[in-house]
């Protein structure tokens, strides 16, 4: 982690005009990356604030702009922060979360039934499409009638899925109209595979009792691609942040590290694998409470509970 830290000091002050720029006054004119991977040094580096990488993302760039895609937080915070990011993420990103749902027995190719945010407009009006690349059974979460959630789960039947992914809201609905219905609980399920939202009591209350031998693997991420934590087992709200993914500090009101476990902070991060747009010391705006800081003891990964989103 020390060494990826340095290296994606050492390029964006190489390459990138918005890093460049500040060196001599906050660093001096001789600053060395490699400096960086003493804490102290970490520690003066300024925290990034989402209205800079709204305002600056075209001089935070180390490469040319046409050779980077367009990422945007969803807005629901307020006004949407855009950036760029690197065309080659997706498989980087899907080794991380695959690692992470092969804890329920998932491997790269099994078939998902997944509760997202995408309109279906079919002719059938089934609101499910297909998309055997990804290996996705996808249901539109935007029409949850009780029609509609029959239609998902005579599919997620006569497909064998065994795997659901998708938002706890709508898989919560999901799960209480199983049960509702009296068509549940599933208990063929083996894995159920959470994100984008928090995962409230009553929505992890409805799935477990819907799909009774499924794991539940919540994990928490960002769109701008530098974090990533899985819940820890069996440990309702703790999440593990994966430190080679991105280097994750938990920090109080003046920009300071906490350490004593039970304060509550800003998650604060830094993406080291995509280099197009570093993100250094960005300011997630998420709030957690701090149960361990890194050490060598837990690998080097930062565990917090009760992640409260932005929004």
Known sequence: QDAARVAVLSEAFEKSPYYRAPQPELFGANFDPSRA?????????????PETVADMREAMATRPISDLDNGSTGGTSGKPVRFFLDRNRSPIEYAFVFDAWARAGYRAGDWRAVFRGVEITDAGGTAIERDPALAELRFSVFNLTDVTMRRFFEAIRKEAIVYLHGYPSAIGM??????????????????????????????RASIAAAFPNAELVPFFGLSEKCAFAVEAPSQPDVYDFEPLYGCTELLDRSNQPIRTPGQRGRLVTTGLIFKGMPFIRYDTRDEATLIAAPSAGNGWRLRVERIVPRR
């Open 37 to 49: 991977a003493d804490p102290g040094v970490w520690s003066q580096l300024p925290v990034l604030s």
């Open 174 to 203: 999901f799960a209480s109209f199983l049960m509702r219905a009296g068509v549940g609980p599933m208990p063929e399920i083996r894995g159920v595979f959470l994100m984008g939202e928090r995962l409230y009591p009553n929505y």
